[in-house]
Structures are given as structure tokens and as C-alpha cells.
């Protein structure tokens, strides 16, 4: 039998692709597949409810041994204060071979105080670092073992940010992975890192591996000046354990590429925004730059790059240098690198079709049809990433023709136009019976679309897991009077990490029944999860420090009132009569404007912004 021949090694790579319910599930197939999944179960915790929480913790004391690593996915799951110090406290104890600790939200350190208990930890990774001072008493506790460490620009912004990176380093001398996140706070403050802060990292972090800095109040300022430039091959010492490069920032002048060429040899892994100066600006050519950036750096594997010009890049001297190792090529997203001209498009289709795994795209500045644009995208053998833009409501998309031209796809945003789901065929619905597609993020900008396009992506679609829709409108049907109240998200068998509505409305005016004062977005919402309750939920407001919406549930008097106007709103036309409530409840409730219907196996977060003026 398999459960005889299959190795524990085999068993847990399977295991890895299950979700945490298949997986208690599994404990159930045989004896000696028990350890196993009872191992798989616990390795690694990240919790997401408080509920998930409290079920938790009980049996941490016969399997807490188990867990290597403990995550606390938002704030919202933490219990009161009180219980927080009594829960951190116990946790070494019942969790004694604890190796990595992380918190999604840095203001969960707040309520994370340094214990002597911990001490016993092996600690290797620690949540995001917030304040020097709360993170002292860890740094000189787990230092010593860290090999990952995350800071925000708060712990270096000082009027010496070089005796802060002393201070801290000075802790973890064997690290290999650091990350430098901005900070997320009211009041933005701007970190400037030069050179010599870069080379200091290096100093004190011998054995670094990867470094990170994320941001777009983080400046790197680097050379005054083009002799200063000409120095560096001779100035600067090697980091020939680093391998990844993660830069992504407000400023980076075009010269941080000479210094990285001869700073980093091995560098496999690039990921790199150029963001010249407006006062400095570099007159090094950047195709120069860049292609001594390729002379030197022969192990790279995967490039992600951002230019003021994506021709700084995309052009054949580029391709015509990279090395033989390079087997991956994209323009970091949200950077101003979409492809706007015709040749730019007929370049990267001939010169760089096996390479690039991203492309955005402003269809509306191309001389060309979408079907010709399509065509030449479907060169592209490791397209992973998809962005098309048009300018109006009145260009038409066809959604099964781009999924079949690019079956790799796992994340299109499609932005302004109207969306079509016919086959390519133009009639019936046989998308149903055709193939299954890879794609996990799917997100409407600006887009009018059909009823069905939800039971398309239903059926079509069974990866996916974020689902993002921004002013977009769902066209009515005239002969079909439900499309005139609800949009039906109805995907039963789908596990959604994220659905975010923004501003999504009702089009009336499609179906010819417009009525005055119903283009306001949707602020309700009845979401049906697989085994939970059903609950509905309304738009009421924004948080006061992030904007964030604020959503709230219908209480039981609430619930039953607005069922039954929608039940009876659904059996015929709206009309303007309906429009005249007589119930203050339903009114407030502005169910008058329809709502969100949402089906699906599990949902981890769900956003409902309605645009409330405020």
C-alpha cells in the first residue's frame, strides 16, 4: 500500500500543499501518517482570529514542542492586555524549540514586553524591529543566533544614523538576511542612507546574504559628483556572500549601479528602482551604467527593474549584454513602466520573450487593436503578471481570450473599459466545460462588466484567492430584475485571502430603467462563509488615523428588515416609487442602492469602502 512505500521526506512536501483543515484531516488516514501530519499541523502557527486563538492554546501543552514558528497575523486577534502578558509569558514554556517570532503588524510589539522566560528561546527571527528601546533587551538576549532581522526607518532615523546602525549590528553579528521597511506612522519622517551607511552595514554584518530596503520615504543619495563616480572600482571592498539585492525606494541615482557592479559580484537575485535626483542628476548615461552592471555582476538569475524611461533598459543593448545565468526579467510594478509605444511592445516580444515575466500595458496609447497586442503577448512564455489600461468605459476586453492567450497568467489588472466574458467563439457559455486557468489575483480598475462574470471565474478560475474591484459598475440586465439589487459573488469552492470592494455601484443606466440618485456605490454587504454563520455587514465610516473603512454588522432587527425589502425589491423592476422608504432604519442602512452578495469556502479579510463623504 502507498501508505507503506511513501517516505516521511515525500509525505511532508505533499503535506506543504494542503490546507490546515486537509491537514487535520489527515491525522485521521492511518497510525503512521500521525506524526507526520501532527508535525505538519504545528510547525509553523500563524493566527488569524482570537477564536483560532483560544482553541489554540489548549493543546499547546502536549504539542507546543512542535512549533518552530509562531506568527500573529493583525492586532485584532490579540486578547486584552491583561491576557496578552500572561499569553507571551507562557508561550516559551509551552512552545520551548521556538525559532522564528513575527507579527504582521508592528504595533503588536506594544503589548510584546521582554520576559526572562524568553531567554530560553534559540530565537533566529524576530518581528519587525519598531523602537531601539523596546528592542534592546532582545537584541542582547537573541542576537547572537539572529540570521534574519527587519527594521522600520524609525530604529536608524537619528542625528547619527551611522552610531545607530553601530549600536544595533553591533548585537547581531551573524546575520544574513536584513530588511529595512519604511515606517507606518502619522507623521512621516524621511531616512537618507548614503554610501558610506551601505558600507557600514557590510562592516559590521561580515556574513550578509540579502539585503532589503523598502520604501518610499527612504532616500539613497550616493555621488555629488561624476569623478567621485570614476573612484569607486577603486574604493570600494567586495561583499562576495551577497547575493540578493532589494532596492525600492523615493531616490536612487542611476551611479548606484556602477557601485553595485563592483561591490557585488555573486549578486544573483537584483531588484532595483532607479529615481535620479532633480537637483543631481547623474550625467552618466544610463545604458552605460546599467550595462557595466551586467559586465560585471555573471551569476545573475532574476532582474526587476524601474527607470524614469523604461528604454533605459528595454533596449537591445541590454538584452544583448545579460548573462548566460539571467532567467527571469521584469520592470518592478507601479513604476512607471508601462510599455506606451508600438516598437517598445514589437522589442520586448523579439528581444526578450523568455525572460520577461511581467508587462504593463497602456493600450490606449498603442497604434495597434487589443487583438494585436494580445497576439504579441502570447510570445511571452513566462508571463506571470498582466496589466492592460484603456482610457474609457467604451474598449472592450474579452476575458477568456486574455486567460487563453496567456495560461500562465496568476495576476491580471485590467483598468478602465467594458469587460466581456464570450467565448472566442462569440455565443453560449461553453467557457465552462473548457479549461482551468492559474490565476490567484484578480483586480478591476474603472471596469463595466456582466452579471456572470463571477460564475465564469467560479468556474474557470479555481486558484483564485485575491479579488479587487475599484469603481467598477455591474451592467444590468433589463429582462432580469435580480442584477438590478445584488452582485453575486457566488464562488462556493473558493479560499479567499483578500476581496476588497471600492466604490462599486449598480448600473442602471445600462438596463434603461435609470433612476435619479441611484449611482451611489454599495455600503452593504451579506457575506456566507462554509461553516460559519452568515453575516451582514455595512459601510459606516473611516478609521481616524489610516482612512481604513470602517465596517459593522446588522443587528437582528436590522437583518430581517433589509431581507425582506430585498426579497421584495428582487420580484419585479426598480422603480422610482421604491425609491421613497418609509422605514428610518432602511434608509440609514442605504439599502436603496443594492449590495454585495459573497459566497465562498473562507474569506481572511474583506473591505467595503462606499465612498461615504466625509
Given at each position: 500500500m502507498i501508505k507503506d512505500t511513501l517516505s516521511t521526506e515525500l509525505l511532508l512536501q505533499i503535506i506543504h500543499h494542503l490546507s490546515p483543515s486537509d491537514i487535520q484531516q489527515g491525522l485521521l488516514i492511518c497510525k503512521k501518517w500521525y506524526p507526520t501530519f501532527l508535525y505538519a499541523l504545528y510547525h509553523q502557527i500563524k493566527v488569524k482570529s482570537s477564536s483560532q486563538l483560544d482553541l489554540l492554546f489548549p493543546s499547546l501543552i502536549s504539542n507546543g514542542h512542535y512549533i518552530k514558528t509562531f506568527s500573529i497575523d493583525k492586532p485584532t486577534t490579540i486578547p486584552p492586555p491583561q491576557q496578552q502578558q500572561i499569553l507571551f509569558q507562557k508561550l516559551p514554556d509551552l512552545c520551548p524549540n521556538l525559532q522564528v517570532l513575527n507579527f504582521d503588524d508592528p504595533a503588536t510589539w506594544k503589548s510584546f514586553g521582554f520576559h526572562p522566560n524568553m531567554s530560553q528561546w534559540n530565537l533566529i527571527q524576530l518581528p519587525v524591529l519598531v523602537s531601539l528601546g523596546t528592542s534592546l533587551p532582545f537584541l542582547h538576549t537573541f542576537g547572537q543566533s539572529l540570521s534574519s532581522l527587519s527594521l522600520q526607518t524609525g530604529m536608524l532615523i537619528d542625528i547619527s544614523t551611522r552610531y545607530r546602525i553601530l549600536s544595533i549590528f553591533s548585537f547581531t553579528p551573524q546575520l544574513k538576511e536584513l530588511f529595512i521597511v519604511q515606517q507606518a506612522d502619522t507623521f512621516p519622517t524621511t531616512l537618507c542612507l548614503t554610501l558610506q551607511d551601505i558600507e557600514l552595514f557590510h562592516t559590521t554584518l561580515p556574513l550578509l546574504e540579502s539585503l532589503s530596503i523598502v520604501g518610499d520615504r527612504i532616500e539613497m543619495s550616493i555621488i555629488k559628483d561624476d569623478n567621485h563616480a570614476k573612484l569607486i572600482p577603486?574604493?570600494?571592498?567586495?561583499?562576495?556572500?551577497?547575493?540578493?539585492?532589494?532596492?525600492?525606494?523615493?531616490?536612487?541615482?542611476?551611479?548606484?549601479?556602477?557601485?553595485?557592479?563592483?561591490?557585488?559580484?555573486?549578486?544573483?537575485?537584483?531588484?532595483?528602482?532607479?529615481?535620479?535626483?532633480?537637483?543631481?542628476?547623474?550625467?552618466?548615461?544610463?545604458?552605460?551604467?546599467?550595462?557595466?552592471?551586467?559586465?560585471?555582476?555573471?551569476?545573475?538569475?532574476?532582474?526587476?527593474?524601474?527607470?524614469?524611461?523604461?528604454?533605459?533598459?528595454?533596449?537591445?543593448?541590454?538584452?544583448?549584454?545579460?548573462?548566460?545565468?539571467?532567467?527571469?526579467?521584469?520592470?518592478?510594478?507601479?513604476?512607471?513602466?508601462?510599455?506606451?509605444?508600438?516598437?517598445?511592445?514589437?522589442?520586448?516580444?523579439?528581444?526578450?520573450?523568455?525572460?520577461?515575466s511581467l508587462i504593463e500595458i497602456d493600450q490606449w496609447r498603442l497604434n495597434m487593436t487589443i487583438d494585436s497586442t494580445l497576439h504579441l503577448v502570447s510570445h511571452f512564455s513566462q508571463l506571470r503578471y498582466l496589466q492592460i489600461k484603456y482610457d474609457s468605459y467604451h474598449k472592450e476586453y474579452n476575458l477568456n481570450r486574455i486567460l487563453n492567450t496567456c495560461p500562465g497568467?496568476?495576476?491580471?489588472?485590467?483598468?478602465?473599459?467594458?469587460?466581456?466574458?464570450?467565448?472566442?467563439?462569440?455565443?453560449?457559455?461553453?467557457?465552462?466545460?473548457?479549461?482551468?486557468?492559474?490565476?490567484?489575483?484578480?483586480?478591476?480598475?474603472?471596469?463595466?462588466?456582466?452579471?456572470?462574470?463571477?460564475?465564469?471565474?467560479?468556474?474557470?478560475?479555481?486558484?483564485?484567492?485575491?479579488?479587487?474591484?475599484?469603481?467598477?459598475?455591474?451592467?444590468?440586465?433589463?429582462e432580469n430584475v435580480v442584477t438590478h439589487t445584488v452582485i453575486q459573488i457566488e464562488m462556493p469552492c473558493h479560499a479567499f485571502e483578500l476581496i476588497l470592494i471600492d466604490g462599486v455601484r449598480l448600473d442602471y443606466s445600462f438596463a434603461g430603467i435609470y433612476v435619479h440618485g441611484l449611482s451611489s456605490y454599495i455600503r452593504l454587504a451579506r457575506i456566507e462563509k462554509k461553516k460559519e454563520k452568515m453575516n451582514w455587514i455595512r459601510h459606516v465610516g473611516y478609521e481616524y488615523q489610516t482612512r481604513s473603512p470602517l465596517l459593522q454588522s446588522l443587528d437582528a432587527e436590522q437583518v430581517e428588515s433589509t431581507e425582506s425589502y430585498f426579497l421584495q425589491r428582487q420580484q419585479s423592476a426598480y422603480t422610482q416609487q421604491q425609491n421613497e422608504l418609509n422605514d428610518p432604519g432602511l434608509k440609514q442602512l442605504n439599502v436603496e442602492f443594492g449590495y454585495i452578495q459573497v459566497q465562498c469556502k473562507s474569506l481572511n479579510r474583506f473591505v467595503l469602502d462606499g465612498n461615504i463623504s466625509h
Open positions: 577603486t574604493t570600494i571592498e567586495p561583499a562576495p556572500l551577497l547575493f540578493k539585492l532589494h532596492w525600492n525606494t523615493s531616490l536612487a541615482p542611476v551611479t548606484w549601479l556602477l557601485y553595485m557592479a563592483h561591490k557585488y559580484p555573486r549578486l544573483k537575485n537584483l531588484t532595483l528602482a532607479i529615481q535620479e535626483d532633480p537637483v543631481n542628476i547623474s550625467i552618466n548615461p544610463e545604458h552605460d551604467c546599467y550595462r557595466q552592471l551586467l559586465h560585471h555582476c555573471r551569476h545573475l538569475e532574476t532582474i526587476s527593474l524601474s527607470s524614469p524611461v523604461i528604454t533605459d533598459w528595454l533596449n537591445p543593448d541590454f538584452f544583448h549584454a545579460l548573462p548566460p545565468s539571467v532567467r527571469k526579467i521584469r520592470p518592478i510594478p507601479n513604476r512607471q513602466n508601462q510599455i506606451r509605444f508600438d516598437s517598445e511592445l514589437f522589442l520586448a516580444a523579439g528581444e526578450a520573450s523568455e525572460f520577461i497568467l496568476d495576476h491580471l489588472i485590467l483598468e478602465w473599459g467594458a469587460l466581456l466574458i464570450a467565448d472566442d467563439g462569440g455565443g453560449g457559455v461553453s467557457w465552462f466545460k473548457e479549461r482551468k486557468h492559474m490565476l490567484k489575483s484578480f483586480q478591476l480598475t474603472f471596469i463595466a462588466f456582466d452579471p456572470n462574470l463571477f460564475q465564469y471565474l467560479s468556474s474557470r478560475c479555481p486558484s483564485l484567492s485575491t479579488l479587487i474591484l475599484t469603481k467598477c459598475k455591474q451592467r444590468c440586465q433589463a
